[in-house]
């Protein structure tokens, strides 16, 4: 059964003089299994400098838009 879990992600970017700037940005991703959820960061993350640093099961049942 599909749930939706957060997902903790360092970013490094390189900013306009040079210098590399980490943030971190959490995400909502609806996913069977962690494993599930790290396969699709790494999908919508592709081409960046990122390291997932947890994935945390939520109790959110859905999101409406």
Do not use: H
Request: aromatic letters at 8%; glycine letters at 4%; a negative charge.
């Amino acid at each position: 059964m599909e749930q939706y879990y957060k997902c903790s992600v360092k970013i490094e970017e390189v900013d306009d003089k040079g210098k590399i700037k980490k943030r971190g940005e959490d995400y909502i991703v609806k996913a069977i299994t962690p494993t599930d959820v790290e396969a699709k960061i790494n999908r919508e993350l592709e081409g960046y400098d990122f390291e997932i640093r947890n994935i945390t099961t939520t109790k959110i049942v859905d999101i409406i838009n």
